[in-house]
């Protein structure tokens, strides 16, 4: 039988990682589950010692080096010391039957060109709305979609549309969501490894840049789904909006430099625009205060 690994990042949200660790423990098409502590500032390692046990592996980063840093990490553990084929990247606030991680793994499996595959991602804060993988857009989109604003005027939305999902059993994208994919290990350990320039956000992104790079593709199993209670971990370790704006801004910069050839001018442009998103992030934060 195939291995299946799962990979979980906890920062300090142990109570989240535990409540799916008692899920995944009775799924028998689990090999291991690795769980790493990205150097938590609270008792989230000393909570999960307690769960260590045949079936999950507890690892504890050197390094509080970001949400790339620390999956690395894992998925380095899983290629070098499991020697499992296949993984499936779980955010700890996600929810995954058994069964769909037997058929992402089965599709990975069985169609080569592929090394990584998602279910439909639904929400569970927003009465189960699907969040839909979008396309890798121009320098320009990356650009203009850091305003809110500017997005909706100008309609930058490159996300897949709902006709998509339901014309399709399996549809070729460009970005999966990063809350939770099955990968091929080898490939992701060699080539696709996250970027460790970038702490937190636009991870998938940048994921999504090397596989194309490698002329490999990315699938999004129509009839599956996940829940993604959007945020949870983040959200603990992260309260502020203007802050986690700030941090995607950074990340973003980074991504959008790497990635694309920019000029001069697209970056003064850019660094505008940044301007203007942090401002429509701290008015909605007073408005929500009133």
């Known amino acids: 039988m195939t291995k299946i690994c799962c990979l979980i990042l906890n920062y300090n949200d142990s ?5 799916l660790l008692d899920i995944l423990m009775n799924y028998e098409a689990i090999y291991k589950i690795v769980v790493v502590d990205n150097c938590s500032s609270d008792d989230s390692f000393k909570k999960l010692s307690g769960y ?7 690892l504890r980063a050197d390094k509080n080096g970001g949400y790339g840093y620390g999956n690395n990490y894992g998925i380095k553990y899983i290629c070098e010391v499991l020697h499992a084929a296949y993984f499936i990247l779980m955010n700890p606030d996600t929810l995954i039957t058994e069964q769909t991680i037997i058929k992402l793994v089965d599709f990975l499996d069985s169609n080569r060109e592929y090394v990584l595959a998602a279910p439909v991602q639904r929400l569970k804060s927003q009465q189960g709305e699907i969040a839909f993988p979008w396309k890798l857009g121009s320098v320009w989109n990356g650009i203009f979609t850091n305003s809110i604003f500017i997005s909706k005027l100008f309609h930058l939305d490159l996300r897949y549309k709902q006709s998509d999902i339901e014309e399709n059993t399996v549809l070729d994208v460009d970005v999966v969501q990063g809350a939770l994919f099955a990968a091929n290990t080898e490939f992701m350990y060699k080539y696709g490894k996250y970027d460790e320039n970038i702490f937190l956000y636009n991870e998938e992104e940048c994921i999504a840049q090397k596989i ?21 971990s983040i959200n603990k370790s992260i309260k502020s909006l203007v802050k986690q704006k700030k941090i995607k801004e950074q990340s973003r910069k980074i991504y959008l430099e790497k990635y694309y050839t920019m000029s001069l001018f697209q970056k003064i442009v850019m ?4 301007k203007i998103g942090i401002a429509e992030i701290r008015i909605y934060s007073a408005i929500r205060k009133i």
């Open 212 to 232: 194309k790079k490698n002329k490999r593709k990315s699938a999004l199993l129509c009839k599956e789904i996940y829940i993604h209670n959007h945020s949870t």
């Open 15 to 19: 109570d989240t990682t535990i409540q």
């Open 271 to 274: 660094q505008i625009i940044m």
């Open 52 to 58: 260590h046990n045949e079936k999950i592996v507890l």
